[in-house]
């Protein structure tokens, strides 16, 4: 069957899809995004706090956080695993060889813009320890965009009332 014939026995299927030439495009995860708010957290108290995220040669992703604290840059490498591939926006995170992959959920991202990010662990069944970040491609969003992913981690029932704008403008520290 050539191409022309299977093109126009598709027509009817895709007519009410969106289509494009090419190949699905592979989102963009990877890269620098900037801490624009989050919930409180005892490894990241400083300012201009950053997540640099790439790919190492053995698949796995590497996690570099940066934050200026006491007048100079901090760095803190760790690394981030797909435990499950059905469910790639739920990583896990590690700081240390002698620590659990932590979870580290994207609940949503445009990939260009803004992320929002939620972690939470059970400790024993008695209580459980959480964090949410808004994160954007730049030093700052506009307060719309904040807003909406306040609300989304609200409307997913995260307590946000301990949010906290993360000071960004540290110059070239």
């Known amino acids: 069957m050539s191409a022309v014939y299977l093109l126009l026995l598709l027509v009817p299927t895709i007519s009410a899809q ?4 090419g190949a699905c495009p592979t ?10 708010e989050k919930l409180p957290a005892s490894f990241a108290r400083g300012q201009c706090i950053e997540a640099n ?12 956080n940066s934050q200026v604290l006491g007048g100079k840059r901090e760095f803190l490498e760790g690394t981030a695993v797909v435990p499950d591939r059905q469910e790639p926006a739920k990583l896990g995170v590690s700081f240390s060889y002698f620590t659990p992959y932590g979870p580290y959920w994207v609940l949503e991202t445009n990939y260009t813009n803004y ?6 662990t059970d400790i024993l069944r ?4 959480y964090y949410a970040w808004i994160l954007a491609r730049s030093p700052s ?9 306040k609300q989304l981690l609200t409307d997913k029932g995260i307590d946000i009332s301990k ?7 540290c110059g070239n520290i």
């Open 18 to 21: 969106t289509f494009r030439f």
């Open 126 to 129: 008695i209580f459980h320890v």
């Open 53 to 64: 995220y790439s790919v190492r040669k053995d698949g796995t992703i590497r996690v570099l």
């Open 27 to 36: 989102p963009k995860y990877l890269d620098k995004w900037y801490e624009i």
């Open 141 to 149: 969003l506009p307060p719309e965009t904040v807003h909406y992913a």
């Open 163 to 169: 949010m906290t704008p993360t000071y960004q403008s």
């Open 115 to 120: 992320t929002i990010v939620y972690s939470c």
